[in-house]
């Protein structure tokens, strides 16, 4: 069956350290992979998107992976703020449709 | 900077009662989206829309559902006959085909939360 999971624990780093998130995925073959961050009670936020040809891409303090042979891909926020707590999500779209599949999340706290 | 908007923030039902979701997308945009969020819970796709045609539609968007661009700038979604499993926070998200090359970058409603009685 088709799965995306994230760590469903949360993550609690020091400030100024580099966050690492993962997601992966099964049974599916995503033309992209997008990554959001959502504050309690909010709707979630566009961060980045990567596709399918990309390995890596980069903004400001963010970077993602995507390895398709892996089926996952790693989301990393380096010199980590306060302000970077909040959860974060993985969402796929496969090739050719406009249904997006979002992971449960993982609720990163950074502490001061 | 353009933003979705949803209203109403809060809406509370009894169960059997027919409601309407209301979100105003981002003027430009072309594509529509409705997803479900019940407490605690993963942001679930019910339904992307395009060219006032549905595209996709998941399992969960059953003839209970149905979505409406009623004109040039809104975009419902009507839940006939609510239930209880329907309380949730629903958000609305819209996107284009921009030339940033995110085209596939959705904007996300501050979303309805509706409760069901």
């Known amino acids: 069956s088709q799965k995306i999971e994230q760590n469903s624990e949360a993550l609690n780093i020091q400030e100024g350290k580099t966050a690492t998130l993962t997601c992966n995925y099964t049974?599916?073959?995503?033309?992209?992979l997008q990554w959001y961050r959502q504050d309690p009670g909010r709707g979630p936020v566009f961060l980045l998107l990567?596709?399918?040809?990309?390995k890596e891409k980069r903004k400001e303090r963010l970077k993602v992976t995507f390895d398709t042979t892996l089926k996952q891909s790693l989301f990393h926020i380096t010199a980590s703020q306060p302000a970077d707590s909040a959860t974060y999500l993985c969402?796929?779209?496969?090739?050719?449709?406009?249904?997006?599949?979002f992971g449960t999340g993982t609720r990163l706290k950074v502490l001061a | 900077e353009p933003e979705v908007t949803q209203t109403p923030s809060h809406q509370v039902t009894q169960m059997g009662q027919e409601v309407i979701l209301r979100c105003v997308p981002i003027?430009?945009?072309?594509?529509f989206y409705w997803y479900r969020q019940i407490l605690g819970q993963k942001v679930e796709f019910l339904v992307s829309?395009?060219?006032?045609?549905?595209?996709?539609k998941s399992e969960i968007f059953d003839d209970q559902f149905s979505v409406e661009r009623p004109d040039g700038s809104n975009f419902t979604l009507k839940i006939r006959s609510t239930k209880l499993e329907d309380s949730a926070m629903y958000f609305c998200?819209?996107?284009?085909?921009?030339?940033?090359?995110?085209?596939?970058?959705?904007?996300f409603g501050p979303g309805t939360r509706l409760t069901v009685l």
């Open positions: 998200a819209s996107s284009d085909l921009g030339s940033s090359g995110n085209y596939n970058e959705q904007f």
């Open positions: 049974n599916y073959s995503p033309a992209y």
């Open positions: 990567i596709r399918e040809n990309e």
């Open positions: 969402a796929l779209e496969t090739s050719g449709t406009y249904k997006y599949i």
């Open positions: 003027s430009n945009h072309l594509y």
């Open positions: 829309f395009y060219n006032n045609e549905i595209s996709e």
